[in-house]
């Protein structure tokens, strides 16, 4: 992770799916509420829906620059809904039915939303798309709030919580009675459906725009999307097929020479991972491989292969901040012999530092859910390989066997329930993180766990939402399925970073845990099985205590530091924020990368020296060592 473009953001459905034919229920809510709730059910066509089992709707629908077509079905008495949208660039869809809600990402494929969290979203989505505040008597109950005010409009609000979902404000319009808004938290993120440009059809009152938004805690925007529709059909039942979700068959791989099985060079640095992938029959170019993300070319990458992008979006991930974000179509991505056609990839302005490494080839992108969807895949750290075994190619890939752990959906990135401390939890399961695990600062203190851990040493760290400060001590235990993984380092986050602060999960589980393995993941079973390495890689702490970088192309000769831990061995030995680093350990910083650097500054032997030549003349020789507290 460093979750993460528009993966992460669940266009919820453009249709409100209004109305169950039935009275209004009781509800545990004072007498003004029932009347308002009443006004409310009145405004939007009253009886006439008593008759109604299914909506469907026909329209455009525009996000992220681009415009295309949309249908959508709601079922009105069970709450199953899908969506299917098609820009010029992919298609998308999104459903829940009988077997759970579903998604098709951008890549064409689909994957279970099925972990806790993503249960409750579910509930309160399926809530929302039927109208629930006029359905179901048992299924929520109700809280009247404060009136608003926006615009010169006045606005009736009420929390409506579903059983077992999330609560949802509704927003009511106090002159037309009808809802304008629902507002409700979904994992990371707060969504916002608003309705507009109401209009009569056969005795309803139904909205022809429909603008949905999602933004994190401190508002920071994570897109939007909006609907215009064209044509609702009120039916007695929808059509049968009307709710089918794509049935997730691999067609887009070739396999050459008919293989079962490819393998890819797999490059370990500094806790960056990066494997092998062409484009359109380039050179073989760097790419981190996510499990917490999707396809991307950095705008650099993008140019040279000579790739034209349009649209554009933004997206949040680590870090309170967000990035733009286009998008181009590749024709073959190739990974060893394994050619996937006609993949769609998102083009994002990364900085010089997360790309560059030095006299090696700059990290191109990132590859993600499209690589998992389509393989097992196994990350070989022994051998140095990825390996690539196709679905729906012949016989399934086998199941492996070792410490297998169920994977579970919120959005696109796997969870997995693990311990900390002795503290239960779910964390993300993300091989794009190249640092420490990472804690959550709301499960942290609900868990009792905060004193420990806000005692860590202060690290500046970031991802595509921007750079936040963190604290690093050493957890006293993890347990990860069957192995106790001893006393890693973790990472403290905030509340305000975006996708690293969320309030649904205990934290995230990136490179410098997993690598102690060699990992398998099959996404057809859902599972994760951690493999034994041999020999085990030796556990060292010490560190320099420093943060630096490349700033751009024309300072490609030294590192700017940007972050000396107080008291840290670094600080000791006289490095200043704002020094030049052009030598390190005798190497031209113009030959390395900053993954090479990051290795050289961290997780090495106990009073290891790295011996640091600044742009002013000094040479510093820092010992190393384990500054986490214990």
Do not use: C
Request: proline fraction near 7%; glycine fraction near 10%.
């Amino acid at each position: 992770m460093p979750h993460r473009p528009p993966s992460l953001r669940v266009r919820l459905l453009l249709l409100a799916g209004l109305l169950l034919p039935v009275a209004l229920p009781a509800m545990p809510a004072g007498d003004a509420t029932a009347a308002l709730l009443q006004q409310l059910r009145q405004a939007h066509g009253g009886d006439r829906w008593n008759g109604i089992g299914g909506l469907l709707a026909d329209g455009q629908e525009s996000s992220d620059g681009l415009s295309g077509a949309m249908h959508a079905a709601v079922d009105l008495r069970s709450g199953h809904f899908a969506i299917r949208a098609r820009n010029p660039v992919y298609p998308r869809a999104d459903g829940l039915d009988a077997q759970g809600r579903w998604h098709q990402d951008m890549s064409g494929l689909i994957h279970p939303f099925d972990s806790a969290e993503a249960r409750a979203m579910t509930i309160t989505e399926s809530w929302v798309e039927r109208f629930g505040v006029l359905t179901a008597p048992a299924a929520a109950s109700y809280r009247a709030l404060p009136d608003a005010s926006e615009n010169g409009r006045r606005f009736a609000r009420v929390e409506a919580t579903p059983q077992g979902g999330h609560p949802a404000t509704l927003w009511i319009d106090q002159a037309t009675h009808r809802l304008n808004r629902a507002v409700w938290p979904s994992s990371f993120l707060i969504m916002t459906r608003r309705y507009a440009d109401y209009r009569p059809v056969e005795g309803l009152q139904l909205p022809f725009r429909i603008e949905d938004s999602a933004a994190t805690a401190i508002g920071t925007s994570d897109g939007e999307s909006v609907d215009r529709v064209e044509r609702y059909q009120a039916l007695a039942t929808l059509p049968g097929d009307a709710l089918d979700r794509p049935d997730g068959t691999v067609r887009d791989v070739a396999m050459r020479d008919d293989a079962k099985r490819t393998t890819t060079p797999m490059h370990f640095q500094g806790n960056v991972l990066l494997v092998e992938a062409s484009i359109n029959g380039s050179r073989p170019l760097p790419f981190i491989l996510d499990t917490g993300g999707h396809a991307i070319l950095t705008e650099e990458a993008a140019k040279q292969l000579g790739l034209a992008s349009q649209g554009k979006g933004v997206s949040t991930g680590s870090g309170p901040g967000s990035m733009s974000t286009a998008y181009t179509k590749v024709a073959r991505l190739t990974m060893g012999k394994a050619d996937l056609r006609d993949q769609v990839f998102l083009v994002m302005p990364y900085g010089y530092g997360f790309a560059e490494r030095g006299d090696q080839p700059p990290i191109a992108g990132i590859l993600g859910l499209e690589v998992f969807e389509r393989f097992a895949v196994t990350f070989d750290y022994d051998r140095g390989q990825l390996v690539l075994q196709p679905y729906d190619h012949g016989a399934p890939p086998p199941a492996v066997k070792g410490n297998t752990l169920p994977l579970r959906f919120t959005f696109d990135m796997p969870v997995v329930d693990a311990s900390v401390d002795g503290k239960r939890g779910v964390f993300g399961i993300d091989t794009g993180n190249s640092g420490f695990t990472l804690l959550f600062p709301q499960w942290v203190e609900r868990e009792g766990l905060l004193a420990h851990y806000a005692k860590g040493y202060p690290q500046t760290t970031g991802g595509v939402g921007g750079a936040f400060l963190s604290h690093i001590a050493h957890m006293r235990s993890m347990q990860l399925g069957d192995a106790a993984v001893g006393n890693p380092l973790a990472q403290l986050t905030r509340a305000d970073a975006g996708a690293t602060g969320n309030p649904t999960e205990a934290g995230n589980i990136g490179q410098d845990v997993l690598s102690r393995f060699n990992v398998h993941f099959d996404y057809r079973r859902q599972t994760m099985t951690l493999l034994p390495r041999k020999p085990l890689p030796p556990r060292r702490f010490a560190t320099a205590g420093l943060r630096a970088a490349k700033a751009d192309a024309r300072h490609a000769d030294r590192f700017e530091v940007s972050w000396v831990v107080p008291g840290g061995p670094a600080a000791e030995a006289g490095l200043r924020k704002g020094d030049e680093i052009v030598a390190v350990d005798g190497k031209p910083v113009r030959a390395m990368g900053s993954d090479a650097f990051r290795q050289a500054s961290n997780a090495q032997a106990e009073d290891t020296v790295l011996e640091l030549k600044l742009a002013d003349g000094r040479n510093l020789r820092i010992r190393m060592r384990d500054i986490a507290p214990h």
